[in-house]
């Protein structure tokens, strides 16, 4: 995050940025002029004006120019290609704030994990690179239902021919990352693998191109989506340059281009030479003496080499002269005379020398010269392969969402422009996809309908019901209908929204000095002052860090608020079952419950949603169910009963009399019996290994009506 060293000393700026302080690199205020910036951003893209780019306003060249100076700063005169700057619409894409993104764990869960956050329960893609789409379009949801549905129309095309969507995918395995790879050549960073990785890229971009080509001539099945037809083209045809790759390039190069060893033999005839001099000299030096001998007639003459004259032809002193004698003379060059032998030179050896002794090097040179040649014809042609690149991560994206519509059974998301808001069965993806894993019960599916004339849903029940799981799943069924993604739900329709908003869950930030409540009431401020009609809301326990008069109220006036003046769709979780009264004045707001039953004094989580209130929270049952002492769950029955029938104001200040805080009084009841049960007496005359398979079966159930017969006791 690049910020000016003059804003962000201003103290406001300070202090929204402190949480993004690991991130933050501070610009020199020059470098973020708006008068610099659009000369430095003239001087990038060889223009004299950046008017056919479009229209940009001060802040937009300054944002921009920053961007540059930070490149040039940090990459050292080595820019990556950039592509000239285009204005984004501000409400192309649905605002999502911090807090929201973290209550909500769409890339990470609270604790930081990707494992169990939205963005793996929904990951199938099988490239590093869809991988990457698939979070920016996570992280990004879009605004306008044109947009969406030729995602969905993608999605929808290849769902319905199943067996080129295997194919698509079984070809996505075996594509490398061809944006990396671009990247680091075009940095001059990269190596014989990045180059083999684009050849190997743009061969299965072309074999994914060949499949669309193939299955858009079946048209009784459907016309191919326009989104299709142009990542048909995007993919493109390379063949020129995967031949040049692939003929200059061996099949497993090594990671570096100074190791050597990664052009093919065949492709240059020179360094096909010197790496016949390098790896063969023994070899050449064998044959050459043999021809020498040929030459001479001398079967003796051997060819031999030393640090000091390198090279050389050795001949027994008797046939000396005969080497000196013409015409021999002219070819062997005499050098050294010694007790037993003569030596001589060729220029013909004397050159296979210097040639051998400098092979290795000349190799070398010669292969990183190819490797430059071969990163420059990838860097003519880095719009293609961007293209390809782009087009290879959306048809992975496009198969992965297939893939997960099927394995789920997911429904696509009607989206449109209005306020309506129907979600029918709706399901959570997390904890669904958490509950297979488990084999444990299936998850319940519940509706949702915020359309006009109840788009605020005041939702009650107990804890451990589900309100919380059910307010996060419409979010996150609104977060994947405008990503371009198939639902969790039988049926939805949804109207576009604008900005999502979620206080869910509890948190303080004491580095800063905030308490929980501070921090929810600084997150609630910010919903109530952003959201519009076309936003959705969700709150949960607005209030609940404060006393309960205080909390009651401002939750009763945050109600309003959304009511009247943000006119938004909102889900509101609470425990103060008084706000449900606002129903009779506020016409918009539509009370719900998660149901729940009581079973022998045990509460039983149905987690269905259904029309009305709950009469009561069921605290002291979950208290149950968390394992507090019988002691304290006593203690807080009685002291429950004598708040609910007080009348008085003072009635908590009567219990500290009747019911002292630290009172051993347990209800006669509740009280732990005394001494052993019936049940465990006659488990004490038992012998067990005197008992057979039927005697034992007979004193079960024996023991079992014993304790049903004195349960009541």
């Known amino acids: 995050l690049l910020v000016s060293e003059k804003v962000a000393a201003l103290a406001e700026i300070a202090s929204a940025l402190e949480d993004w302080w ?7 205020s020059a470098s973020t002029s708006s008068g610099r910036a659009e000369s430095n951003l003239k001087k990038q893209f060889g223009v004299s004006s950046l008017d056919g780019f479009g229209h940009f306003s001060r ?13 040039e700063d940090t990459q050292k005169g080595s820019l990556p290609r950039l592509q000239p700057p285009k204005q984004a619409d501000s409400g192309a894409v649905m605002a999502i704030d911090s807090a929201t993104r973290r209550n909500l764990e769409l890339s990470r869960t609270m604790l930081g994990d990707r494992n169990g956050s939205l963005l793996d329960t929904i990951d199938r893609t099988l490239t590093s690179a869809g991988a990457r789409m698939l979070a920016d379009r996570l992280a990004s949801p879009l605004c306008g239902p044109q947009a969406i549905d030729d995602r969905l129309n993608m999605v929808d095309w290849l769902l319905a021919r199943p067996g080129l969507l295997g194919k698509v995918r079984q070809s996505m395995t075996q594509c490398p990352d061809l944006e990396r790879a671009l990247s680091r050549i075009s940095l001059g960073r990269g190596g014989p693998r990045d180059i083999k990785a ?4 743009l061969e299965q971009a072309f074999h994914l191109r060949n499949m669309l080509v193939k299955a858009r001539g079946q048209e009784s099945l459907g016309k191919m989506p326009n989104g299709l037809s142009l990542v048909e083209g995007d993919l493109g045809n390379h063949g020129a340059l995967i031949d040049l790759l692939s003929r200059a390039i061996v099949e497993e190069p090594p990671l570096l281009s100074r190791d050597g060893g990664f052009v093919a033999e065949g492709y240059d005839a ?15 030096i064998a044959e050459l003496q043999g021809t020498y001998r040929d030459q001479t007639a001398i079967s003796s003459l051997k060819v031999k080499h030393n640090n000091v004259l390198g090279y050389y032809i050795e001949v027994p002193a ?3 002269d005969k080497l000196m004698s013409a015409p021999l003379n002219e070819t062997y060059i005499h050098r050294q005379t010694m007790a037993g032998a003569v030596r001589f030179n060729t220029t013909e050896l004397a050159s296979l020398d210097q040639r051998i ?18 990163a420059n014809e990838i860097s003519a042609h880095w719009a293609a392969i961007t293209l390809a690149a782009q087009a290879v991560s959306q048809l992975d994206v496009a198969a992965a969402t297939a893939e997960l519509t099927h394995e789920q059974n997911l429904c696509r998301p009607r989206v449109d422009d209005s306020l309506a808001f129907e979600i029918v069965q709706g399901r959570h993806p997390v904890v669904e996809a958490a509950l297979a894993k488990l084999q444990d019960t299936p998850f319940i599916a519940n ?28 979010a996150l069924i609104v977060i994947l209908a405008q990503m371009g993604c198939y639902v969790p739900a039988r049926s939805a329709h949804i109207g576009v929204v604008d900005r999502l908003f979620s206080r869910v869950g509890a948190a303080d930030d004491l580095a800063r000095g905030r308490s929980t409540f501070m921090v929810e009431m600084v997150e609630t401020a910010a919903i109530l002052n952003q959201a519009t009609k076309h936003s959705l809301v969700i709150l949960d326990e607005i209030g609940r860090g404060t006393a309960t008069y205080d909390g009651l109220s401002i939750a009763w006036a945050t109600v309003e608020h959304l009511h009247d003046i943000n006119a938004c769709r909102a889900l509101f979780a609470t425990h103060y079952h008084e706000l449900t009264a606002l129903a009779e004045t506020l016409s918009h707001i539509a009370p719900h419950t998660v149901r729940v039953r009581e079973w022998k004094g045990d509460v039983v989580f149905l987690h269905e949603v259904g029309a009305g209130t709950a009469d009561r929270s069921y605290g002291i049952q979950v208290a149950k169910l968390a394992g507090l002492p019988p002691t304290v769950i006593s203690r807080a029955k009685d002291v429950l009963e004598r708040l609910e029938s007080a009348e008085t104001a003072n009635a908590a200040r009567e219990l500290t009399d009747l019911l002292p805080l630290f009172s051993t009084h347990v209800s006669q009841h509740n009280a732990a019996p005394s001494g052993p049960s019936v049940a465990d007496l006659a488990l004490d005359d038992i012998n067990p290994d005197e008992l057979s398979p039927r005697e034992a079966l007979e004193h079960l159930y024996r023991l079992k009506q014993l304790r049903d017969d004195n349960s009541g006791d």
């Not at 016949?276 to 070899?283: A, G």
């Not at 949702?448 to 996060?472: E, H, I």
């Open 22 to 28: 690991p991130v933050v690199t501070s610009m020199p």
């Open 59 to 71: 802040a937009d060249l300054a944002a921009a120019g920053g961007i540059v100076a930070y490149l």
């Open 357 to 374: 002794s400098r092979a290795g090097d000349q190799a070398l040179a010669t292969e990183l010269s190819i490797f430059e040649k071969m």
């Open 447 to 474: 509706d949702c309908d915020l359309g006009d004339g109840k788009r605020l849903w005041l939702v009650t029940g107990p804890n451990m019901a589900g309100k919380s799981t059910f307010l996060r799943q419409n």
């Open 198 to 201: 684009i050849q190997r890229g």
């Open 270 to 284: 020179a360094l096909d030479e010197l790496r016949q001099l390098r790896d063969h000299s023994r070899q050449l």
């Open 318 to 320: 008797a046939h000396g």
